[in-house]
């Protein structure tokens, strides 16, 4: 199967320098990612890849992404900041699909959905790190089969 840890890294660390501003972009193995707090939204993928992905983002990553995108002050996850997460979520994932392409892999993606992330599934590439910044971190729980 195609690289994907890959495409996901530099998908998030361009959309978070080009919308963000955020240079200083990590990585790391996600073995102990968990928080109270949290934020889980999901992104389906369709087409050569089934699965879906779930960005996992503690309350104070997500308001500090907000406070940067709206030039506002946020001081609690509400519907405004669950919506604008989501759609980093979901560019993100449309700038992996462009990469994907390129390795011919036809995929498209659904709209996201807030969830944790169902822990029954069995995935040909299941893989889950995280990206650390200045303003927090974003674990990515990559969960993917190829289709048959």
Not at 7 to 32: C, G, I, W, Y
């Amino acid at each position: 199967m195609t690289d994907l840890y890959g495409p996901f890294l530099e998908a998030t660390r361009n959309v978070f320098k080009l919308m963000l501003e955020l240079n200083d972009v990590s990585d790391h193995p996600a073995d102990s990612f968990s928080c109270d707090d949290e934020l889980d939204v999901s992104i389906g993928f369709i087409g050569d890849l089934k699965g879906e992905v779930i960005y996992r983002l503690p309350h104070e990553t997500s308001l500090g992404i907000v406070n940067i995108m709206s030039g506002m002050e946020f001081d609690a996850v509400d519907e405004f900041v669950t919506s604008a997460v989501s759609e980093i979520a979901n560019i993100i994932s449309g700038n992996v699909l462009t990469m994907l392409a390129g390795e011919d892999l036809t995929c498209d993606i659904l709209p996201p959905v807030l969830r944790k992330p169902d822990e029954s599934g069995e995935y040909t590439f299941h893989n889950a790190c995280c990206v650390t910044t200045s303003i927090g971190d974003v674990c990515l729980d990559i969960r993917l089969n190829q289709a048959e």
